[in-house]
């Protein structure tokens, strides 16, 4: 059970290594500041991550992601990836931190339920089948890196040490496209710290192809510079693909509690990209999602991110997600059936037209 520092509130909706309630972050903002950095600066430190983006002065910029790292000599961007070599910054558009599988369609992916492998949406411009891709395979390729420090993340173990090779060129990732490939899909960590790569690989996978068709899709919290957010969609919206962007929270404070960034260029990413849906309905080139996080994430938020997507445009795709207890929130409890379905009418009450529970087995 967790306690909060402030109004002493003791709750099992209440994690007790970022130690502030929702009502608290809310509204006590700035006495709630000092939990929440020291929270985050805990849980970098154990990394050897840096606490906030660097700010160097003559050091070398960073436009990739929205932390706009600006690195110095024997300093790392917060991403913890990137490093100073010489004037230029190591990894690019050739070479990047890594790993990758095949996945058999139909995956689990957050977009399946409407995406052209897992429905045969597009078909037969975008898809093998008018149904279900079976025979065909995704090539997932997990990002080793994120512009985001989500004291809940589910895949936090790309921040440790690994035997495996990780450092990977887009021509020797090209190797993994066959004729079985029909899709790609970028996640992790997130795409948003090596998108320059993501967008490298994507156009040399389509030529490989020679016409066939490989979808390109990117799975992202949408910090990332517009341009390539823009290169990026392109990509996704030409091969039948989709962005699909993890909305984490609307409200600033309990989104940088969360993730230690705000979410100011999330959602002008997002919106960026949302207006352009339109372009091209199916199979959808945009999808949003959102983990319900007990205590902090639950039926209001849902409403607040529901709204702002239905008023750019209600057909968007939103997947509701239930939360396992995981890495620096894991005292938190799994998400009871009755808030799931409170979460899924405050999304439909809002207007939005496609909204589902993804992963209804983890709900107690």
């Known amino acids: 059970m967790g306690l909060c520092n402030l ?11 970022l130690g502030v309630c929702k009502k608290c972050i809310i509204e006590k903002e700035n006495d709630s500041l000092f939990y929440i950095r020291k929270a985050h600066q805990i849980s970098r430190i154990r990394f050897d991550l840096p606490e906030k983006p660097p700010k160097s002065k003559g050091g070398v910029k960073c436009t990739v992601c929205g932390n706009e790292c600006v690195i110095g000599q024997n300093e790392k961007g917060y991403c913890g990836l990137r490093e100073k070599v010489g004037q230029t910054l190591s990894y690019g558009p050739q070479i990047a931190s890594l790993e990758f599988y095949h996945d058999p369609l139909p995956t689990n992916c957050v977009a399946d339920w409407v995406c052209a ?14 149904g279900p891709e079976y025979g065909y395979k995704n090539l997932a390729v997990f990002f080793r890196a ?18 495996k090779k990780v450092i990977v060129t887009t021509d020797e990732l090209s190797m993994a496209i066959d004729d079985k490939t029909s899709c790609v899909c970028f996640f992790g960590g997130d795409p948003s710290c090596q998108l320059p ?4 690989f994507s156009n040399l996978a389509i030529k490989k192809k020679k ?24 990509l996704s919206l030409k091969t039948g693909g989709c962005i699909k962007f993890d909305l984490k929270a609307y409200d600033r404070k309990i989104h940088m509690a969360l993730t230690g960034r705000e979410n100011h260029l999330t959602l002008r990413n997002f919106a960026f990209v949302a207006e352009k849906f339109k372009l091209r309905p199916e199979p959808p080139p945009v999808v949003a999602s959102t983990l319900i996080i007990p205590g902090y994430v639950e039926e209001d938020e849902i409403a607040n991110i529901a709204k702002f997507i239905a008023k750019i445009n209600p057909d968007i795709p939103y997947a509701i997600l239930a939360y396992y207890p995981h890495f620096y929130m894991n005292d938190l409890p799994l998400v009871s059936t009755n808030l799931a379905e409170k979460c899924l009418h405050a999304a439909k009450n809002e207007g939005l037209k496609r909204v589902r529970i993804g992963n209804v087995h983890l709900l107690c």
Do not use: V
């Open 7 to 17: 109004c002493g509130n003791d709750s099992r909706n209440i994690s007790s290594f």
């Open 117 to 130: 492998g897992g429905t045969g949406s597009g078909y037969p411009e975008f898809a093998y089948f008018s």
């Open 146 to 163: 994120c512009s985001f420090n989500c004291l809940f993340c589910q895949n936090w173990h790309f921040r440790l040490p690994t035997p």
């Open 197 to 200: 790569y993501a967008i490298s």
């Open 211 to 234: 016409g066939k068709i490989l979808r390109i899709c990117f799975e992202t919290n949408g910090y990332m510079n517009p341009g390539l957010l823009d290169s990026a969609f392109n």
